[in-house]
């Protein structure tokens, strides 16, 4: 079977949506919380990229079409991050910055290849 994959350099995408920061902690569990039945994770690595809409700008990114991102992060450091991150794979970002809420962020804590709680940082919903 000979599959073409078509060239994606001349093609132009606008994505256009929820923009958020996503981030990973991943550690070992070795014991239970004598506070609670829940596990204790000793955070090892850390590692946080582009979320919701910046993750689908990063894939049409990386198949080399040009990505030009629209969306509203906060007037604050996490946007600083997020912006840096798009550019740096090449995504054209056109992101509204606000005082009204801070950029969203999603923290997800894994332990052995498993999800163990995803806490979201987020306002309610900026309307027009």
Known sequence: MNIQIPAFEKAKALIVGDVMLDRYWTGDTSRISPEAPIPVVHVREKEQRPGGSGNVALNVA???????????????????????????????????????????????????????????????????
Do not use: W
């Open 62 to 128: 990386a198949l080399s079409a040009h990505a030009t991102l629209m969306g509203m992060v906060g007037n604050d450091n996490f946007g600083d991050i997020l912006e840096k991150m798009l550019i740096e794979a090449n995504v054209n970002c056109l992101l509204q910055r606000t005082k009204i809420a801070p950029t969203v962020r999603k923290l997800l804590i894994l332990s052995s290849n498993q999800q163990l709680i995803r806490i979201d940082f987020e306002e309610e919903p900026v309307t027009f």
